[in-house]
């Protein structure tokens, strides 16, 4: 009883944890929130199937291929280079650390502006389409990470209670 205990503390820190690094660049979301629900289901006290823990780490990686995926997609629409995606990605770490709350929305378009001036060498108008792009791409992969994160939270209690 005292392990399950233990267990179910450590897959609610890793939800909690998951949860946050759904927002915060660096930090892998969705591989924590199912490491959280693995601990759950370690215990006495609810056994998923594997049906379950199958599709919800399937889950977890269509999640990770998209996060790198989207901010790809959002400057290959908008004809941004892969300054344009390097700047977004450093954008938004830039901006979760040093600029909270707002440089996590603003960071990733400022990013990708930047890289594309000064490393694609772009024109003003260009730069601010592969930032929209990127920005864009980052949003959706975000939205995404949340979501997913969400539902394992919401599992992990529904499974509690």
Request: glycine share 14%; hydrophobic share 55%.
């Amino acid at each position: 009883m005292t392990i399950d205990i233990i267990l179910i503390i450590a897959g609610f820190i890793c939800l909690l944890t998951g949860l946050i690094g759904a927002i915060i660049p660096g930090l892998p979301g969705p591989p924590l929130s199912y490491a959280g629900l693995l601990l759950l289901h370690l215990t006495e006290q609810v056994q998923f199937t594997a049906y379950q823990l199958t599709w919800w780490f399937i889950l977890m990686l269509l999640t990770l291929l998209a996060d790198y995926l989207l901010p790809l997609w959002g400057v290959k629409k908008w004809n941004g280079s892969k300054w344009g995606n390097w700047g977004c990605v450093i954008g938004a770490f830039i901006g979760v650390w040093w600029f909270p709350p707002w440089g996590i929305l603003f960071g990733p378009f400022i990013g990708a502006v930047i890289g594309e001036l000064i490393f694609g060498k772009r024109t003003m108008d260009e730069a601010l389409r592969s930032g929209f792009g990127s920005f864009v791409g980052f949003l959706l992969g975000t939205v995404f990470k949340i979501s997913v994160c969400g539902w394992f939270a919401f599992c992990f209690i529904r499974a509690l209670w």
